[in-house]
């Protein structure tokens, strides 16, 4: 039982490129969520989805998209990246327990844009 | 929109001693979290509380949700230099269907002198 990965851990992106970043859990978990962590400015989600073939908008969306094609995995895109989104991002996954969803974190990916 | 303030914002104690952490919000939540993040890694729950008043321990942690349901604290007793890292409050709130939405505190850095 991995739990949540992540992939890759670190990129280097020119300001205009493209990229994916891979979120998987082997959990069977419902939700998974992809926050940014920036210094002094805590966990900000980014989107999220409580299901296969459903996403939806968090906090920051501007300039990302995501996919949940399966339930195991959720994949985050940058179409154009930009200095700005320089940070780490960090996937979660959750399940109902108690009537509440705790949410576990994958190890992170540190994105740099030049 | 919901926010938490998390104080202190850093700490730095001897080996041995007990610390106190808490978040505070004009918010109700119905869930509180607490995390805690090593350097390089994901957050990693230490903590949830379901109810108003609920006292939880894990080991030397113990945290409490505040009655009004607007608070929780996070106590670490006896504290030894591998608790060095950041600690995350999180409040969970519930708006019907899959509307479940979690609120990060900006954390709480914590250093520990051996």
């Given at each position: 039982n991995a739990g949540v990965t992540q992939t890759p851990k670190f990129r280097v992106l020119k300001t205009g490129q493209s990229m994916t970043l891979l979120c998987a859990q082997d959990m069977n978990h419902e939700y998974m969520y992809w926050y940014r962590q920036d210094p002094g400015m805590g966990l900000r989600l980014i989107h999220y989805s409580v299901g296969e073939g459903t996403t939806a908008k968090g906090e920051v969306p501007d300039g990302y998209n995501v996919s949940r094609l399966k339930k195991q995995n959720f994949l985050l895109g940058l179409e154009s990246a930009a200095p700005s989104q320089t940070s780490v991002y960090f996937c979660a996954s959750s399940y109902l327990t108690s009537g509440s969803y705790e949410q576990y974190f994958g190890p992170g990916t540190r994105l740099t844009v030049t | 929109g919901q926010q938490l303030n998390q104080s202190p914002q850093s700490m730095f104690i001897q080996e041995g001693e007990d610390?106190?952490?808490n978040c505070t919000s004009s918010s109700i939540f119905n869930t509180w979290l607490w995390y805690k993040q090593d350097p390089g890694e994901g957050p990693v729950l230490l903590i949830a509380l379901y109810k108003a008043g609920e006292l939880t321990s894990n080991g030397r942690l113990t945290a409490q949700f505040g009655i009004t349901r607007k608070d929780s604290f996070l106590n670490i007793s006896a504290s030894i230099p591998?608790?060095?890292?950041?600690?995350?409050?999180?409040?969970?709130?519930?708006?019907?269907?899959?509307n479940y939405k979690l609120t990060f505190g900006k954390g709480t850095l914590l250093t520990v002198n051996p």
């Open positions: - | 610390v106190s952490m591998s608790d060095v890292g950041i600690y995350f409050c999180a409040g969970q709130t519930y708006s019907g269907g899959s």
